[in-house]
């Protein structure tokens, strides 16, 4: 595998796993080399204090002092002259030879002996060290301090053995620790790319997963990227709804208006006729007409919703109370309320300003949604209708609440969308020209469940400097 194909998880543990090798390799060295000094230093220093206290001429000839060093020390004692004779000895006579051949091999001096030399010997195939010191007083004598390293290598090696094996346990607890925090670090980089990869096959409902690190803060900007696509699709699809629902009103108020408008006419004209009937068949008949008439007012009503969601979007707005198109709008509907055994609560908030409003479309808006209210309290109720600043005083709210049966969950969301409705005669364009009016001025309408039952619509429009005419 190239480097530069190598997974993010391997450039991680990769260097790791190096720097912990060279860490740990150099840690042991370092370990080891002070360790076998610090012994072989040791070593040395006794033989070489056991040297110069044995070199006074009386100690380094004397077979019962010489013998009593080698008990105390453990080091033999080997006194020669420099042609290789043997003055006094507690070693065996292989080994004496093998500590004296060292200075026979050089040239002797009495300076050069006068110095004390240490010496690694193999002493008859035993590992030894040892100290050399012209004796005081008694001119080319030399004295020998002899000690076995055998022990020494022996104790060497042992913690050489041990370094490694922690240097060996070290280096990979150092590794294992590198794949898991390696692991850790690449694991949410692993999950978003698996979850880009669904995104890009079409799977667009799901969410990538966040958190507080680096990583979860790439997984929250990704899922706000998907939101404003999600928004942006489906304002798109709105779009291409509101636009067909523009052209079928076109072709309706076209095609339709005005046969209904003759329809009507005539009918309330048939029924003025009949009304000087005699009672039985003529009582038939006026149902019959009023029937006609009702299903009549029903279809210009929803001409009435086409005409309006095929309207430009440009408003005749002039400083208006929002407080006074409130209580037009339900003067207006006190009849139709009062029949529906719906009473009315007002919580109008005073002092509110006069704000820039189209007045008899932000009616024809408010008509829509009030209406949806009653009709969602079939058997009557309260509707809550209340305004108040919001938003630090910089807009104005308005509360429409009713106690009816509510809204479906399932189509909470796409309540404002065209054709969407939950009323078995309805169209699904009241609110859609209701949240349309309702944003041309700057605003925006929601709507909610209410608990314990009931439904509220909000709307909110902004507070801005106004000029009267």
């Known amino acids: 595998m190239m480097p530069g194909r190598l997974r993010l998880h391997h450039r991680i543990v990769i260097p790791f796993a190096l720097v912990a090798l060279v860490a740990t390799s150099g840690t042991a060295y370092v370990v080891l080399s002070v360790i076998t000094r610090t012994l072989q230093a040791r070593v040395e220093t006794q033989i070489l204090n056991a040297a110069a206290l044995v070199s006074q001429s009386n100690f380094a000839l004397n ?71 012209a004796v005081v ?76 690190d680096e990583v979860g803060r790439l997984g929250t900007a990704f899922n706000d990227m998907l939101d404003r696509l999600d928004r942006s699709r489906e304002a798109l699809v709105r779009s291409e709804k509101l636009g067909l629902a523009g052209l079928l009103a076109a072709r309706v108020a076209h095609d339709i208006r005005n046969p209904l408008s003759s329809i009507k006419m005539q009918t309330q004209l048939l029924r003025a006729q009949r009304g000087g009937g005699a009672a039985g068949a003529d009582d038939r008949n006026h149902e019959m007409i009023d029937a006609i008439l009702r299903d009549i007012v029903q279809v210009e009503s929803v001409i009435r919703d086409l005409l309006e969601l095929a309207r430009p979007g440009e408003l005749n707005r002039r400083p208006a109370s929002l407080n006074v198109v409130v209580q037009d709008v339900l003067e207006q509907l006190r009849p139709h309320l009062a029949y529906r055994k719906v009473e009315v609560d007002t919580r109008l908030a005073e002092g509110l300003p006069d704000i820039p409003l189209d007045s008899d479309r932000l009616k024809q808006a408010l008509l829509n949604i009030i ?4 009709d969602a309290m079939p058997t009557g109720g309260t ?87």
């Open 371 to 374: 209406n949806n209210a009653a």
């Open 137 to 212: 007083g008694r001119s080319q004598t030399v004295v020998a301090i002899v000690a076995d390293t055998t022990e020494l290598m022996a104790a060497t090696s042992a913690v050489t053995r041990t370094v490694l094996v922690a240097t060996v346990i070290s280096l990979l607890v150092m590794v294992i620790v590198g794949q898991l925090v390696a692991r850790r670090v690449t694991a949410p980089l692993d999950a978003l790319v698996r979850f880009t990869r669904d995104v890009s096959g079409g799977e667009v409902h799901g969410r990538a997963p966040v958190g507080g």
């Open 383 to 469: 509707l809550i209708v209340a305004t108040s600043r919001a938003d630090r005083g910089s807009t104005i709210e308005l509360d429409v609440c009713d106690d009816g049966i509510g809204v479906d969950p399932g189509i909470l969301d796409r309540v404002f969308d065209p054709f969407v409705s939950t009323k078995r005669d309805g169209v699904g364009l009241g609110l859609v020209n209701a949240k349309a009016v309702v944003e041309s001025h700057g605003g925006r309408v929601e709507l909610a469940p209410r608990h314990p039952r009931g439904t509220r619509a909000s709307l909110w429009l902004p507070i801005a400097e106004v000029t009267r005419g």
């Open 63 to 133: 077979p019962a002092i010489i013998g009593s060093v080698k008990a105390i020390t453990g080091a033999d004692v080997v006194t020669f002259a420099p042609d290789g004779t043997i003055l006094a000895s507690t070693a065996a006579g292989p080994r004496a030879s093998a500590v004296i051949q060292p200075i026979l091999a050089r040239q002797f001096t009495e300076d050069t002996a006068a110095r004390p030399v240490v010496r690694h010997l193999d002493c008859a195939g035993v590992p030894c060290d040892a100290a050399y010191r």
